[in-house]
């Protein structure tokens, strides 16, 4: 139960760091957002009250089917090596 704690901490700071520049302009397809950032970052004499927070706008959907059909035999696999080797590590503690 405590292990959650730093799990959740950790799951919090990543869903709110700011993403890289490519992934801005590749993914998002944003190069407003991009010049912004930018400027941001090749400013050091700004301060913070003069730094604009980029606003989080609308993200690409998963596609997950698609990743399903391309990856299923993968994570299958990979997830009953998984499921097979922590059974009889953890089987004598639900008896």
Known sequence: MLGAVPTAACMYFRLN???????TLFAKQNEDLLKQEMEQVLNPEA???Q???ADKGPTA???YPAILKKYGWQLFGTA???????W????????
């Open 80 to 86: 009953s090596c998984w499921f097979l080797v922590r």
């Open 47 to 49: 301060t913070t009250a």
């Open 17 to 23: 760091l700011p993403e890289t520049p490519r992934y």
């Open 51 to 53: 730094l604009v927070v």
């Open 61 to 63: 959907k998963i596609d």
């Open 88 to 95: 009889p590590a953890f089987a004598p503690i639900s008896c």
